[in-house]
């Protein structure tokens, strides 16, 4: 349905259907996102985040690609409880850099043990 209304259009490769939002307030519920993101489209998923390395971020999964990227268009900067939302599109490749940085990092410590070398401490 969504294609045929708009055609063939092409979308840039980082668009996708998952929204990553930062900036929302700590109090927001799920019901709440979902009068914000609702009415750009049908909404599949809404994972709010609880941790508190997570507090204040969400995933909105939408139905389809067009809906994501009107509401990453017209959200992005919205004003919520006097915080404006960022709103991004997920990237995988990004999330897991956290990861791999850590990992590169044993495996220049384990590197670093085994030819005897040191680097001099920060302070």
């Known amino acids: 349905m969504a294609m045929s209304k708009k055609g063939n ?6 668009v996708n259907r ?3 939002v930062k ?5 927001i519920t799920a019901e709440e996102m979902y009068d914000i993101f609702g009415k750009y489209g049908a ?12 507090k204040g971020t969400a995933f909105v999964v939408y139905e389809d690609i ?4 009107n509401a990453c268009d017209h959200l992005s900067g919205f004003n919520v409880c006097n915080r404006y939302l960022v709103v991004l599109y ?9 990861v791999d940085t850590e990992k ?5 410590d384990q590197m670093k043990s085994k030819y ?3 680097t001099p401490e920060k302070k």
């Open 23 to 27: 900036n929302l307030p700590y109090k």
């Open 116 to 118: 005897g070398l040191s």
């Open 9 to 14: 259009v092409r979308l840039p490769p980082e």
């Open 66 to 69: 067009f809906d994501a990227k």
């Open 43 to 54: 909404i599949r998923q809404i994972r709010v985040g609880n941790t508190p390395e997570t």
């Open 90 to 98: 997920y990237q995988s490749n990004r999330a897991f850099k956290k």
């Open 104 to 108: 590169k990092k044993q495996d220049l």
């Open 18 to 20: 998952i929204l990553y």
